[in-house]
């Protein structure tokens, strides 16, 4: 079991089998974040925001990395972002496991990721200061 205190879910010290963090200044994320927890919980995995300073420290990562991409804590512990997060939280969901067999051919999970990368891009930061944005262009 991974630990971590979730403010959008409002549980301290809530214990998952793994993790999905989704940027919440994001409404588009936001969105999907929300339809993805019953589905989830269901699987006794649990959404957290990217913005959460624990994340970070968690995930060994700098907080300019963090919002570039959803990332997926699996619950054997390996990490996992942007469309190879979905792919491997597909891996948990039965009924999308389709996505997981469709990545093993080398071609479609390039597509994925471009796909990803793409829709990424063009998300729209609810903040007045997109640091999506900032933190891709360092990059």
Known sequence: MISLSSEWLDRKGHHARGWLFYDAECGFCTRI???LLPILERRDLALAPLQDPRVASLL???QEELLLEIKFLSPDGRQYGGADAAVAL?????????LV????IPWVIQSFRSIYRWIAA?????ALNCRVRA???KM
């Not at 067999?101 to 093993?104: I, Q, Y």
């Not at 063009?122 to 609810?126: E, L, P, Q, T, Y």
């Open 33 to 35: 974040a929300r339809l």
């Open 90 to 98: 597909a891996h948990e969901i039965w009924w999308a496991r389709p």
């Open 135 to 137: 933190a891709s262009q």
């Open 122 to 126: 063009r998300r729209r930061c609810s």
């Open 101 to 104: 067999w469709l990545a093993k």
């Open 60 to 62: 060994g990562l700098r």
